[in-house]
């Protein structure tokens, strides 16, 4: 027996070694603004999808907030509403709502803005990837929403990507067909990154007009599998981060979809993005389940090669603490907007 006590002092060395880097991370202090958003007196935010800003300083925020209308017809459901798109100025004042009651909108998942101001907007319900040009008309869409689906394979989670479609369980259809997508995201060519998500577990790669080039990722631990693909974010160089939540790590691959590494060392990484710029950082939300509120809720902030500048926050309701982080837009790497789907509520952070 003594012969195998170094061998299990140096497995249990390194099975603990993500969880020592986490922890031994330098808090950085940031500031929370009380109230970011200045809303209409009869309308409220829901459970926040997502959030993002413009080049202005515009803000967009895609929450679960609405009237979802299910109607039934023999064996066929029908379904509409239930998510909407709110725009803000820079100072946080209510400017419009975007495509009130549009048949893509049920079930916010993101919203994110590319660097021409173009508002795409990643509904998990309706399947859909829709792109609003910045005069807010919608100039493309990714998926389609499968209503003709037999009730009973609905409610046992299937869809029109569901299962692999025959294939390994959650690698989805080889084409333009989604289950449940999560986030989108763009590479310098204009290349599109759609994160496909929860029903499926795999990234659905475009090119710049929409045409489906491949896809990658199945149910499962290994490299290159994932638990779900809950968010995804593209660096200067091509190279793609997916958040495996389930997994307990970001993984990350080459344009072509080729693993390269993985980091293990942010908890429950839910919600992922990378400030533009000669020196980009990577923000990680290691957001609380919610069947488990007051459990880590931190964000952390990353080099690209995964080392772990610092983190912030916590779980739980008031300013500064976290209640399931969604999203996080940082255009700005010292000023983060933060969506919530647990306080149902934006905050605006500022890292000192």
Known sequence: MKKWIPFLLAATMLAGFPAIAQNAAP???????????TMPDDIYLGEVGGVATNSRGDLFVYTRTGHPTVTLGGSRNFAHGGSRLFQFDRNGRFAREIGKDLYGFMFAAQVRVDPQDNIWVVDQMTNMVIKFDPQFRQVMLLGRKAEA?????????????????GGPPGAGRQQDVFDRPTDVAWDAQGNIFVADGLGNARVAKFDRDGKFIKSWGQKGTAPGQF?????????????????DGGNK??????????????????????AICIT?????VL????????????TAGEIYKMRLDGTVIGRFGRAGKMLKEFGTVNAIDCRNENVLYVGEVGNLRVQKLTLR
Do not use: C, M, W
Not at 27 to 32: G, H, K, L, M, R
Not at 149 to 165: H, L, Q, S
Not at 227 to 236: K, L, T
Not at 283 to 294: A, E, F, L, M, V
């Open 227 to 243: 638990a779900n693909v809950r968010s995804i974010a593209v660096d200067a160089q091509g190279n793609v981060y997916v958040a």
């Open 27 to 37: 808090e950085i202090p940031f500031d929370s603004a009380a109230n970011p958003l």
């Open 283 to 294: 923000y990680s939300s290691d957001s609380n389940p919610p069947n488990n509120i007051d």
């Open 149 to 165: 689906i037999p009730i009973p394979a609905r409610a046992g989670g299937g869809g029109e990507g569901g299962g692999g479609a």
């Open 276 to 280: 533009s710029g000669p020196n980009q």
């Open 249 to 270: 790590r970001i993984q990350v691959f080459d344009n072509n979809g080729t693993f390269k590494t993985q980091f293990a060392n942010v908890g429950n990484a839910q």
